[in-house]
């Protein structure tokens, strides 16, 4: 039988968590900062996954706010207050000037329960300061040109794939060989593997790359939740990454690099690159301090290994999609592009290499721009 003590206990209960939650939904507008009207407990997202994708939320976000006229504007994830930047000389403060104050990106890591989340994308204060140290000297411009070779190599696989094609049929699923492309160029640069599903769309690793990155609105959610209460999500030991996937691309990374060692192979990629920072803390060649911060785990770096896959899989294939769609239906830009590719290549002996690249003017300009008019993010 319910008492009337044990009424008024939770009476009070419900009180103290209706106030606690309109505090926490006053911190913008205490603060005089305009912000999305929030309601719990979603708080100002309570569109995602019904009517927008989450990029079009944060979108529609900056568009009301930027009326106000203010420098930032407030919403909210949940409950925990998010600041959305609107003027450009803000974002410039926070990006140079002020970056000391600003380099954490907020996402969730469980480097205990989850290790994979442990990447310089994600961990925080000096943990990334000592992991940017330690990886900094990989994303050189003389780094990066011992792995223009893989690229060439698997580009040169591409073209001869299409035209097996296109000799069967006029119309192929050019999307679905722009993931296969993007995937095998980062399997080899950062697995060291050669899984060529351009020819194998059914190999393992393109299948648990897919599945380890996709965007499903369920595990989207999720990663809000976690993300806005990091700590409850850390006791209750709450994952980004399925165990499945965590388990195969450390065995895969740590397999190859047993590899590597036992018969002592050298590959110029990625791999190779956070071996020696394993091995030496700094990268052969390498003045810098990255050898002040001490040596990569190798937790640190299957978990560096895997970014490549979340941030580098689907952002770029889908880029070279539009690109390559907007070259259909404009055919003046696609015999501009044509013909600086053919006038640069004369010029180094018709070789593609890096200089060869940066000489490309136009073709960085079709790349880069090609963004400003669909942003890839969305898909």
């Not at 499903?216 to 709450?238: D, E, G, N, P």
């Amino acid at each position: 039988m319910i008492t009337t003590g044990f009424i008024y206990f939770l009476a009070a209960i419900i009180s103290l968590g209706v106030l606690y939650v309109r505090r926490i939904y006053g911190y913008w507008q205490d603060r005089g900062v305009p912000f999305i009207e929030p309601h719990f407990p979603k708080g100002s997202i309570s569109s995602l996954g019904k009517t927008e994708h989450f990029f079009e939320m944060i979108k529609r976000f900056y568009v009301e706010l930027k009326g106000e006229g203010k420098p930032v504007g407030g919403t909210f994830f949940m409950t925990t207050p998010v600041a959305v930047a609107l003027d450009l000389n803000f974002i410039k403060t926070i990006l140079v000037k002020d970056f000391h104050y600003f380099h954490d990106r907020g996402f969730y890591v469980n480097e205990r329960d989850d290790p994979l989340t442990a990447n310089l994308l994600t961990i925080e204060g000096s943990q990334w300061r000592a992991l940017r140290t330690k990886l900094s000297p990989s994303f050189t411009n003389g780094k990066m040109k011992l792995i223009l070779p893989i690229i060439k190599d698997i580009s040169d696989r591409f073209v001869q794939c299409l035209n097996e094609e296109l000799c069967k049929r006029e119309e192929i699923n050019l999307s679905g060989y722009m993931s296969r492309f993007m995937m095998d160029i980062i399997a080899s640069s950062a697995f060291g593997l050669d899984c060529n599903t351009l020819k194998d769309s059914n190999n393992e690793f393109f299948i648990m790359s897919q599945a380890a990155s996709d965007t499903f609105i369920a595990r989207t959610l999720k990663k809000v939740f976690m993300t806005s209460f990091k700590k409850l999500s850390i006791f209750l030991r709450l994952k980004v990454t399925k165990d499945q996937t965590s388990q195969y691309y450390t065995r895969i990374v740590e397999e190859t690099m047993s590899y590597r060692d036992r018969n002592n192979v050298q590959r110029d990629d990625f791999l190779s690159m956070l071996m020696q920072l394993r091995n030496k803390g700094n990268l052969d060649g390498d003045s810098g301090n990255a050898k002040d911060s001490g040596k990569l785990t190798n937790n640190e770096i299957v978990a560096n290994a895997f970014l490549f896959i979340i941030a580098g899989y689907h952002s770029s294939a889908t880029t070279l999609e539009f690109c390559i769609l907007e070259l259909a239906h404009n055919a003046i830009i696609q015999e501009n592009l044509r013909n600086e590719i053919r006038s640069v290549l004369e010029q180094h002996e018709n070789m593609l290499s890096y200089n060869a690249l940066m000489d490309m003017k136009y073709l960085d300009k079709v790349v880069n721009g090609k963004p400003r008019t669909i942003s890839e993010i969305h898909y």
